[in-house]
């Protein structure tokens, strides 16, 4: 679990096919600040991965080709930029929102318009998403929590202060290039509680009932 606060970015240093799927090396100097261990997870991106092997300021973590098709993972090549987190710990300030790591969609950036000293940013979802984003709710892109400001039929809108323009990846971010979203977890286990309701509610109704 983590909450969408960047701790720090890195790079990927190196990129190795393995068997069908690939194994990242990510480094950054902040690697041993962030006191990752073999077997601890990581949000690389806004994608929990697991890491395999640590060295002094890098750390190696395997991608499934699950994954490679539903995040932007598998476009990476060395040298791109990332956003790193490590797991929340017990104690540890939830500065954002509950994140899990696991990416719901691609969205693409369809435009970015200075906004005074932010920048708003607008993506493009799935419909089939779109249900679960709420204006001033909460969304995580590439690994960064923020609030969402407008939503339509398909797209919807976030500010990026300069604050996160500068330790974050998203002030990379290019028209038409997609980041990983993932959606409120609350809403979707909401949705799952109401569906489940209405169900038993509408099986419940046909029952004979007693005298």
């Keep these: 679990?983590?909450?969408?606060?960047?701790?720090?970015?890195?790079?990927?240093?190196?990129?190795?096919e393995k068997r069908g799927d690939l194994e990242l090396a990510i480094e950054s100097g902040e690697v041993e600040r962030m006191r990752v261990a073999v077997g601890d997870s990581v949000s690389v991106q806004g994608v929990c991965l697991t890491a395999t092997r640590v060295e002094p300021n890098v750390f190696h973590a395997d991608v499934s080709r699950e994954t490679l098709a539903k995040t932007t993972l598998g476009t990476f090549e060395p040298g791109r930029r990332v956003n790193l987190e490590p797991s929340l710990r017990a104690g540890d300030a939830l500065g954002g929102h509950l994140v899990s790591g696991h990416v719901d969609a691609v969205g693409i950036l369809t435009s970015t318009v200075e906004d005074a000293r932010s920048r708003r940013l607008q993506f493009e979802l799935p419909v089939t998403l779109m249900r679960y984003v709420a204006p001033k709710g909460s969304i995580c892109i590439d690994g960064v929590s923020l609030t969402v400001n407008d939503v339509g039929d398909r797209r919807f809108d976030v500010n990026i202060i300069p604050h996160t323009h500068e330790v974050t990846?998203?002030?990379?971010?290019?028209?038409?290039?997609?980041?990983?979203?993932?959606?409120?977890?609350?809403?979707?286990?909401?949705?799952?509680?109401?569906?489940?309701?209405?169900?038993?509610?509408?099986?419940?109704?046909?029952?004979?009932?007693?005298?």
């Excluded at 679990?1 to 190795?16: C, H, L, N």
Aim: net charge neutral; proline share 2%.
């Design 1 to 16: 679990m983590f909450t969408g606060i960047i701790v720090a970015t890195g790079r990927v240093a190196a990129i190795v």
């Design 169 to 211: 990846t998203l002030g990379d971010l290019t028209v038409g290039v997609g980041a990983n979203i993932e959606i409120d977890v609350i809403a979707r286990y909401l949705e799952r509680l109401w569906t489940t309701y209405a169900n038993f509610r509408s099986n419940d109704s046909e029952l004979p009932k007693g005298r």
